[in-house]
């Protein structure tokens, strides 16, 4: 992928989310999809997450970008200059999740913003990131995530337990709704979707037979480097490694040093419920 051109840039400051087709092509989509169905970690350090409607997601965790695939993806020069052309700053890694809604089963998520809790870990400002990348083909009917366009300019919204939820204040979104435009990001294989940590987003219960796994790798930025100590990472150089290590990793699996962690420890919200295990 080439540098984002000024009209990205111009339309992620406008809509706080940036759609960009093909940023991995169908080689390495294919390498990702295999790795991750192969991948032992994840099976052993997935954790149950119940959306209280009957579905069911996993979740995985981790905060290093270590020497495999994982790491490279999250280190690659793509995916991090881009990131750092929207957010207008160094950024390094803050942690990477792997989402996963199987098929009939998968669980929905509700609206939040990312910053909505990476605000209690010492964050000051919203200058952070995703990089959300289509594994598995992300459509409607799998649950692929929403997102209300221009929503970032909102600021931070409320998040905590509403009702049976854990998410954003409810009445707040409700009238967001009203005068937003509701996206649903569909996405191939190798597609990405560059997000604001304010924009607010969702995603509904896989209701096909087909999975719906989605790597999310966090950036914050340098300028923001927490003023506490938390379960993620303070600012540290990252090593950009060239597009073409990917291909060079082939399904080379997580290393040791991957740093997973239970969300069930994550008790930032102060609403009984995991910070980070909202994600779409």
Same mark, same amino acid.
């Given at each position: 992928?080439?540098?984002?051109?000024?009209?990205?840039?111009?339309?992620?400051?406008?809509?706080?989310?940036l759609i960009v087709p093909g940023v991995f092509?169908?080689?390495?989509?294919?390498?990702?999809?295999?790795?991750?169905?192969?991948?032992?970690?994840?099976?052993?350090?997935?954790?149950?997450?119940?959306?209280?409607?009957?579905?069911?997601?996993?979740?995985?965790?981790?905060?290093?970008?270590?020497? =495999?695939?994982? !790491? /490279?993806?999250?280190?690659?020069?793509?995916?991090?200059?881009?990131?750092?052309? %929207?957010?207008?700053? @160094?950024?390094?890694?803050?942690?990477?999740?792997?989402?996963?809604?199987?098929?009939?089963?998968?669980?929905?998520?509700?609206?939040?913003?990312?910053?909505?809790?990476?605000?209690?870990?010492?964050?000051?400002?919203?200058?952070?990131?995703?990089?959300?990348?289509?594994?598995?083909?992300?459509?409607?009917?799998?649950?692929?995530?929403?997102?209300?366009r221009g929503s970032h300019k909102m600021g931070?919204?409320?998040?905590?337990?509403?009702? =049976?939820?854990? !998410? /954003?204040?409810?009445?707040?979104?409700?009238?967001?709704?009203?005068?937003?435009? %509701?996206?649903?990001? @569909?996405?191939?294989?190798?597609?990405?979707?560059?997000?604001?940590?304010?924009?607010?987003?969702?995603?509904?219960?896989?209701?096909?037979?087909?999975?719906?796994?989605?790597?999310?790798?966090?950036?914050?930025?340098?300028?923001?480097?927490?003023?506490?100590?938390?379960?993620?990472?303070?600012?540290?150089?990252?090593?950009?490694?060239?597009?073409?290590?990917?291909?060079?990793?082939?399904?080379?699996?997580?290393?040791?040093?991957?740093?997973?962690?239970?969300?069930?420890?994550?008790?930032?919200?102060?609403?009984?419920?995991?910070?980070?295990?909202?994600?779409?």
């Open positions: 992928m080439n540098s984002l051109t000024p009209q990205q840039i111009a339309g992620f400051e406008r809509d706080g989310y092509d169908a080689e390495e989509a294919q390498i990702l999809r295999k790795a991750a169905h192969a991948d032992q970690a994840f099976k052993q350090n997935a954790y149950d997450l119940k959306d209280g409607e009957g579905g069911l997601s996993q979740l995985v965790l981790w905060n290093k970008a270590g020497e =495999d695939l994982w !790491g /490279a993806i999250a280190r690659s020069r793509r995916i991090v200059e881009a990131m750092e052309q %929207l957010l207008g700053d @160094e950024v390094y890694h803050y942690h990477s999740k792997m989402s996963i809604k199987e098929p009939r089963i998968g669980g929905a998520w509700a609206w939040h913003q990312d910053y909505g809790y990476w605000y209690q870990n010492g964050c000051l400002l919203p200058d952070m990131g995703s990089a959300f990348i289509a594994v598995d083909r992300n459509t409607r009917a799998n649950g692929c995530l929403q997102v209300l931070r919204i409320e998040h905590g337990k509403f009702g =049976d939820q854990t !998410g /954003a204040d409810p009445e707040r979104v409700e009238h967001a709704m009203k005068v937003m435009e %509701l996206v649903y990001v @569909e996405l191939e294989p190798g597609d990405t979707l560059f997000f604001h940590s304010n924009t607010l987003h969702r995603s509904d219960q896989n209701k096909s037979e087909h999975p719906r796994w989605s790597l999310i790798c966090c950036y914050n930025t340098r300028r923001n480097n927490p003023y506490k100590a938390s379960h993620h990472p303070f600012y540290e150089p990252l090593e950009k490694l060239p597009d073409s290590a990917i291909k060079g990793m082939g399904t080379k699996l997580f290393s040791d040093s991957a740093g997973f962690w239970n969300p069930e420890n994550d008790k930032t919200t102060g609403a009984g419920k995991p910070s980070s295990t909202q994600t779409p």
